[in-house]
């Protein structure tokens, strides 16, 4: 059994000009379960100077509400494509919008070491050049680098194979139970 898991890595720039709809699409074409958008998808992690008030006021206005059009949208592709749809977004709150998901800064090396001793498989996009330097992938429960995109916008299809999980989990118990375990102890 394999799990397929789509890594977009367009920048956010097309979100206001292209439905999600239509990578969830292309996504589900390429044989994707899931569609993991890139961190802070409803704004890119715009930028604004916070000595400007015009500029802050101007950023927390672009905050989306968690029953507004902006997930509604990602919703109703997921239900369309019959995918999972995952987005995180600058949430609107007061007295200020937060991180609704954070995926946070993550480096490959870290999430092959937290693949390897979790026994699971992980998957992070990144958004495309020019906004950052793209290179979305997966790593597999052994830590493996299964896919690699490159800086372009579109999609990567990261296949998980459930079954390599499931049998590392049974043959390798010691690992994946220690690293739930908060305490430790060596006899």
């Known amino acids: 059994m394999r799990y397929e898991i789509s890594l977009d890595r367009r920048t956010c720039a097309i979100l206001n000009d292209r439905d999600p709809a239509l990578i969830v699409e292309e996504a589900s074409k390429a044989g994707a379960e899931i569609v993991l958008f890139p961190e802070m998808y409803s704004n890119g992690h715009a930028r604004f100077d916070m000595r400007d ?3 802050m006021e101007c950023w927390r206005k672009g905050a989306q509400r ?25 949430e609107a709150a007061d007295p200020k919008p937060f991180t609704a998901v954070a995926v946070g800064d993550v480096r490959i090396a870290q999430m092959r070491g937290r693949a390897f001793e979790a026994v699971l498989g992980i998957a992070v996009a990144n958004y495309s050049a020019p906004r950052c330097d ?7 429960s052994i ?15 990261a296949a998980f194979d459930l079954r390599l999980i499931r049998k ?14 908060p305490v430790c102890h060596m006899d």
Do not use: N
């Open 134 to 140: 793209g290179h979305s992938f997966a790593v597999d």
């Open 66 to 90: 968690p029953d507004g059009s902006f997930i509604e949208r990602f919703r109703e592709a997921a239900r369309k494509y019959q995918t999972y749809a995952v987005a995180t977004f600058l």
């Open 168 to 181: 590392v989990r049974a043959e390798d118990r010691f690992r994946w139970q220690v690293s739930r375990s």
């Open 53 to 55: 008030p015009a500029a």
């Open 143 to 157: 830590g493996s680098v299964i896919v690699m995109a490159d800086d372009s916008p579109g999609v990567t299809i």
